[in-house]
């Protein structure tokens, strides 16, 4: 009886180990690495969408960078194309920000002050304020995130932005910098931005100052990353909250869970339905062209490329993403 008990393990993992090749570790490499290489093939001639404009110095960007990037609990890296390449973290910041005020405050501040259900709208939906008693209702569209950021500790903008960005270098594990024409371009143009913060404001669920948690916000969607940085900064999701490459813990695991939950609701923001039953990964998007996707356990992808669809997601990094998730079988549902 034990021996037969014993056999069936030992074929379970046997047939695991074969059907998923990309699980173990030492075959990983050339997998992974060929994967990324096929999918850089696959896509790299593909044009749909456009930058976006509405933050002038995003239409300026080169359209045709393509970058992509895995990262593994491990330590492992794997780049194709262009990763080297630095742009502008845009709204993948909020997931960090998130988990930042999670730590600082406790995970149930989110859920109070914020809230934690999909908008099914626009990223900078004012028509979501105001449908929603709630009023601010996810911490990954503008409005939550904006007063994610009124929530952390800091008496001014240089408090808030030092131990901000600080945590930002923790999950890249380098000093990371801001690209300031992004920064003046942004903070230029920025005044559905501050309505949103007004409107808030006016139900009381915003926390602080406006104009001071407006400038850190810009300033931390204007933060350059590189694809590999966001591999990096994603991995230390995928190894819940620990850093791959330091072995330190930034993060509670039930913080981890927390973020990726709210990565599934809203991470694509209305087309976030759509992702999860297509890849089945939790995600984050930027309007400078990153994504990021998270496989709990297994590895972190980051994909640049900046020409978006209408709901501001690149559209490369999507097609990327949901290939190489399926290559690695990584739909978590
Ligand atoms: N900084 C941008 C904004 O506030 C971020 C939006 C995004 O990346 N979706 O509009």
């Avoid at 945590?167 to 371009?185: G, H, I, M, Q, T």
Wanted: glycine share 6%; aromatic share 8%.
């Amino acid at each position: 009886m034990k021996l037969t008990h014993s056999l069936i393990i030992f074929v379970q993992v046997l047939v695991l180990t074969c059907a998923s090749p990309a699980l173990a570790k030492s075959p990983q490499k050339p997998i992974i690495q060929s994967i990324l290489d096929d999918t850089y093939q696959k896509f790299k001639h593909e044009e749909s969408g456009k930058n976006a404009d509405y933050i002038p110095a995003l239409a300026k960007v080169d359209s045709t960078y393509f970058g992509l990037a895995v990262a593994t609990p491990h330590g492992e890296i794997y780049t194709k194309g262009d990763v080297n390449q630095p742009f502008s973290i845009q709204s993948i910041s909020k997931v960090f920000t998130l988990a930042l005020a999670m730590e600082q405050k406790g995970p149930q501040i989110i859920v109070d002050k914020i809230g934690v259900n999909a908008t099914g709208l626009a990223f900078n939906s004012v028509t979501a304020i105001e449908l929603n008693k709630a009023r601010s209702v996810n911490p990954l569209v503008n409005a939550g995130a904006i007063a994610t950021v009124s929530l952390l500790d800091g008496k001014n903008e240089q408090s808030k932005w030092s131990v901000l960005s600080a945590w930002y270098d923790n999950f890249a594990n380098r000093k990371l910098s801001v690209l300031e024409d992004v920064y003046e371009s942004e903070s230029e143009t920025n005044g559905h931005n501050r309505a949103i913060a007004e409107l808030l404001s006016s139900y009381n669920r915003f926390y602080g100052d406006v104009d001071i948690n407006l400038a850190v916000y810009t300033r931390q969607c204007s933060v350059a990353v590189t694809t590999k940085d966001l591999a990096v900064m994603a991995s230390v999701l995928a190894n819940n909250g620990v850093h791959p490459l330091t072995d330190k813990r930034l993060m509670s695991s039930e913080n981890v869970s927390r973020v990726l939950a709210v990565m599934t609701t809203a991470g694509l923001y209305e087309n976030s339905g759509q992702w999860a039953y297509q890849v089945g990964l939790p995600a984050k998007s930027g309007v400078g062209g990153g994504i990021i996707a998270v496989s709990p356990g297994r590895f972190a992808v980051a994909v640049f490329s900046p020409r978006l669809d209408g709901a501001g997601n690149s559209v490369r990094a999507q097609q990327a993403i949901n290939f190489i998730a399926e290559k690695l079988h990584a739909n978590i549902f």
